[in-house]
C-alpha cells in the first residue's frame, strides 16, 4: 500500500462563475514564489484550466473525474503529489455531478475519496449579510465536514471588515473549524474572457501572465496564507493501492504524431502518458503551421480544440491536408476526437455560412448549430449490430470491438453530417442513445472525446496495430 502524503486542499464554490479559476491560478503562482513546488488538479473532464495551470504557470496538471477512472483511479492519480503543495480546482457548483439524486461525479466526491479539506470561494458580489445565508447552507450538506475554509470573492476590503466577525460568529455556530481566510477584491486587471466552451486559451489573453502575477500578490495581501497552508498541512493521509497503466511485453519503438497548436490542443496528460508508458514516443505538429507530418509517423492524434476559428489557415495549408489524407488513406493508424473528427471532412462551414476545405477523409460536412449537440458524459455501449456487413465491413476488426466500454464526453456547437454509424454510445443515468464514430482504415475518428484510462485495452490494440502496419503485417 502506498499513501497520499501530499499536503492538499480543494477550491471549490456554490456555483460556476463563483472566479475560481482566477483564485486557483492566484493560489498556485502565490505557492510557487514561496518556493513550495506546487502542483494541480482539475476536478472533471476540463481541458481549458489545466493548460492555464500548465502554459502560463509552469505547473504539472491532471484531471480527477470518477465517472471516468472510479474511485481507485482517482487516488492513484493523486499520488503524483506525493511531498508537493496539491490544489485541486473543483467543477461547477461543489454538490453538482452527473444527477441530482446524490453527489456521483462532484467535486465534493472527490474531495471525500480523498479525504482532501475544502475551501470555499463565494462570489460576493451584488449581495450583503445573504452570502452567510449562502455558506451556512453549504455547510449543512457536508456530511464529512470537509470544508474548512471560506474566501470571499469580488467583495470590497471595506465591506470585508465588518461582515467578517459577524460572519466567524455565525459559523462558530454551527462548527468551530471552519476559517474565514479573506477576500479577494474584484479586480477588472485579473479577469479571464469565457465563451461558449468555457474560458478563453491562455494564448488568446492579453498579458495573461501578467493579470495572474496580479492576482497572486492580490492574494498573498488578502488571504491568510498561513492559515490556508496549516489547512493544506492538516490533509488526513490516505491509503492507497496505486494502479499504473500496464507496459507491453514489449517495447513499441513507434512515433505517435500528435497534433499540438493553437487549433488543436485539448489532451489529457494521463492520455498521452499511456502511449508514452508503453514505449511510444509522442512527437508533436502543427496542422495550422507544418508542412507536412513528422517523418517516421506511425500513429496519429488529431485531438479536440477550436479548428473552427483557424478555419481559412487550415483550409490553406493544403500540403498538410493532403499528408494527412495520404497517411490515412495508406492505412496509417489514427485516432480523431471533436476538433480533431471536424477536421477530417470534407469541409466545415462556419456560422457565418462560409465553407472551407479540410482533410477529406470523411465525406461529409460540419455546421454551427448555435447550440450545444450531446453535451455531456457518455460511454461506448457497443457495436451497431444494425449495419450489414458491406455498411460495416471492419465490424469484426480487434481495434473496432475494442472500443466497446470506452469512456468519455462531448461538448460541441457544431454537428456533423456523418456523425458515423459503428458504434452505440450511451449517457449515464439517463435513457439516451445515438450512433456514432466513423471507422476507416485503421482510424477511429468522432466527436467525443476519450479518456484512455477507462478502457486502456483499446489503447494497447491501437499500439499494436500501429506495429503491425508499420511491419507489414497488416493489410
Given at each position: 500500500m502506498n499513501s497520499i502524503i501530499s499536503k492538499r486542499i480543494m477550491l471549490a464554490a456554490p456555483s460556476s462563475q463563483s472566479g475560481k479559476t482566477v483564485v486557483t491560478c492566484a493560489l498556485l503562482q502565490a505557492l510557487k514564489g514561496r518556493g513550495l513546488n506546487p502542483i494541480s488538479f482539475k476536478v472533471g473532464p476540463d481541458y481549458?484550466?489545466?493548460?492555464?495551470?500548465?502554459?502560463?504557470?509552469?505547473?504539472d496538471s491532471k484531471n480527477l473525474d470518477t465517472y471516468f477512472s472510479g474511485e481507485d483511479g482517482v487516488k492513484t492519480i493523486l499520488s503524483d503529489s506525493i511531498d508537493r503543495y496539491a490544489v485541486i480546482e473543483g467543477v461547477m457548483g461543489l454538490y453538482d455531478g452527473?444527477?441530482?439524486?446524490?453527489?456521483?461525479?462532484?467535486?465534493?466526491?472527490?474531495?471525500?475519496?480523498t479525504?482532501?479539506?475544502?475551501?470555499?470561494?463565494?462570489?460576493?458580489?451584488?449581495?450583503?449579510?445573504t452570502v452567510i445565508s449562502t455558506i451556512k447552507g453549504m455547510?449543512?450538506?457536508?456530511?464529512?465536514?470537509?470544508?474548512?475554509?471560506?474566501?470571499?470573492?469580488?467583495?470590497?476590503?471595506?465591506?470585508?471588515?465588518?461582515?467578517?466577525?459577524?460572519?466567524?460568529?455565525?459559523?462558530?455556530?454551527?462548527?468551530?473549524?471552519?476559517?474565514?481566510?479573506?477576500?479577494?477584491?474584484?479586480?477588472?486587471?485579473?479577469?479571464?474572457?469565457?465563451?461558449?466552451?468555457?474560458?478563453?486559451?491562455?494564448?488568446?489573453?492579453?498579458?495573461?501572465?501578467k493579470k495572474i502575477d496580479v492576482a497572486a500578490a492580490a492574494f498573498?495581501?488578502?488571504?491568510?496564507?498561513?492559515?490556508?497552508?496549516?489547512?493544506?498541512?492538516?490533509?488526513?493521509?490516505?491509503?492507497?493501492?496505486?494502479?499504473?497503466?500496464?507496459?507491453?511485453?514489449?517495447?513499441?519503438?513507434?512515433?505517435?504524431a500528435v497534433a499540438y497548436d493553437d487549433a488543436f490542443c485539448f489532451y489529457y496528460k494521463e492520455n498521452l502518458e499511456l502511449f508514452e508508458k508503453s514505449g511510444v514516443k509522442i512527437k508533436y505538429f502543427s496542422p495550422l503551421?507544418?508542412?507536412?507530418?513528422?517523418?517516421?509517423?506511425?500513429?496519429?492524434?488529431?485531438?479536440?480544440?477550436?479548428?473552427?476559428?483557424?478555419?481559412?489557415?487550415?483550409?490553406?495549408?493544403?500540403s498538410m491536408l493532403s499528408s494527412i489524407r495520404t497517411a490515412i488513406d495508406d492505412g496509417i493508424?489514427?485516432?480523431?476526437?471533436?476538433?480533431?473528427f471536424m477536421y477530417l471532412h470534407n469541409e466545415i462551414t462556419d456560422p457565418n455560412g462560409d465553407s472551407y476545405k479540410m482533410v477529406g477523409s470523411i465525406d461529409g460536412h460540419c455546421f454551427y448549430t448555435g447550440h450545444l449537440v450531446r453535451f455531456g458524459y457518455m460511454y461506448i455501449e457497443g457495436l451497431n449490430t444494425s449495419l450489414s456487413k458491406e455498411e460495416n465491413t471492419e465490424s469484426q476488426d480487434e481495434l473496432v470491438e475494442s472500443l466497446v466500454g470506452m469512456k468519455g464526453h462531448e461538448f460541441h456547437y457544431y454537428d456533423s453530417s456523418s456523425n458515423g454509424e459503428n458504434f452505440v454510445a450511451s449517457k449515464p443515468n439517463v435513457d439516451k442513445k445515438w450512433n456514432c464514430v466513423v471507422s476507416k482504415n485503421n482510424g477511429i475518428w468522432?466527436?467525443?472525446?476519450?479518456y484512455y484510462n477507462s478502457n486502456p485495452e483499446f489503447i494497447y490494440v491501437f499500439i499494436r496495430r500501429m506495429k503491425e502496419v508499420k511491419n507489414g503485417e497488416f493489410k
Open positions: 481549458i484550466d489545466p493548460m492555464f495551470h500548465k502554459k502560463i504557470l509552469g505547473i452527473t444527477g441530482v439524486e446524490g453527489t456521483a461525479g462532484s467535486s465534493y466526491e472527490v474531495a471525500a475519496i479525504k482532501t479539506p475544502i475551501v470555499l470561494v463565494v462570489d460576493a458580489s451584488g449581495v450583503g449579510r455547510l449543512l450538506d457536508d456530511e464529512f465536514q470537509l470544508i474548512k475554509g471560506v474566501i470571499l470573492n469580488k467583495m470590497t476590503e471595506g465591506f470585508y471588515t465588518k461582515l467578517k466577525p459577524v460572519l466567524e460568529l455565525e459559523l462558530s455556530k454551527m462548527r468551530g473549524d471552519v476559517k474565514v481566510l479573506g477576500c479577494f477584491p474584484k479586480n477588472p486587471d485579473i479577469g479571464i474572457e469565457s465563451r461558449h466552451l468555457g474560458l478563453k486559451l491562455p494564448n488568446e489573453i492579453d498579458d495573461i501572465k498573498e495581501k488578502y488571504i491568510d496564507m498561513q492559515e490556508l497552508l496549516s489547512i493544506m498541512d492538516g490533509a488526513e493521509n490516505v491509503d492507497i493501492d496505486c494502479k499504473h497503466a500496464e507496459d507491453l511485453d514489449e517495447k513499441s519503438e513507434l512515433t505517435l503551421s507544418d508542412e507536412k507530418l513528422p517523418d517516421e509517423c506511425d500513429g496519429i492524434l488529431l485531438g479536440g480544440g477550436y479548428p473552427e476559428n483557424y478555419l481559412a489557415e487550415l483550409s490553406q495549408n493544403k493508424p489514427s485516432l480523431a476526437e471533436c476538433g480533431g468522432g466527436f467525443p472525446h476519450f
